[in-house]
DNA sequence: GCCAACGTTGGC
DNA sequence: GCCAACGTTGGC
């Protein structure tokens, strides 16, 4: 079992269009390291979502895994706007993957909290001119985050 | 394989 | 909107 930070803009895919939909296929990554990481997901991992490019980034609720990752059939779409000219069917170098709602927090643990966490140690998140947009978490640091989004006060 | 130019990300 | 940081591209 591994863990988990997807992130998205709010305006891209949001915490509570997850919430409705249920079940959503996570696609157009366009980076080598985050699609590596997708690929070594297992089903049943847990994540969590993260809201980034906003008023109040920080992470907004829970995840699952589900399934394993499969190609991802928008970048040969010319009319999508994960349109990858440089792939094509038979060599087509990018992933995705189901994820499942699990939860949404009544408050966010928005990116100041998450920084004043000491014990969260070196996370790809807080350093310095972080863009991964799939990031792997330790145990430790998922429930770290985990716990302290869950007691915070309305 | 180097590296400058360029495009994108993301916090502020 | 600004700008620092980073990934990607492409000429050599």
């Not at 997807?6 to 305006?11: D, F, N, R, V, W």
């Not at 998140?125 to 863009?131: C, E, F, V």
Request: charged share 25%; with cysteine.
């Amino acid at each position: 079992m591994r863990y988990w930070l997807l992130k998205t803009e709010p305006q891209e895919y949001s915490i509570s269009l997850l919430r409705s939909e249920g079940r959503t296929r996570w696609e157009g990554i366009r980076n080598y390291q985050a699609r590596n990481y997708l690929r070594e997901m297992e089903n049943g991992d847990l994540g969590f979502l993260y809201h980034s490019s906003c008023k109040t980034p920080g992470i907004y609720g829970t995840l699952k895994i589900s399934g394993s990752a499969y190609p991802d059939n928008s970048a040969l779409d010319s009319k999508s706007k994960y349109f990858d000219k440089k792939s094509k069917n038979g060599a087509n170098n990018w992933s995705a993957i189901d994820v499942t709602f699990l939860a949404q927090y009544s408050k966010p643990l928005l990116l100041p909290d998450i920084k004043s966490l000491k014990e969260l140690g070196s996370c790809p998140l807080t350093s310095r001119g972080n863009r991964l947009s799939v990031i792997p978490l330790t145990l430790e640091q998922f429930e770290l985050m985990n716990e302290a989004a869950s007691s915070q006060k309305e």
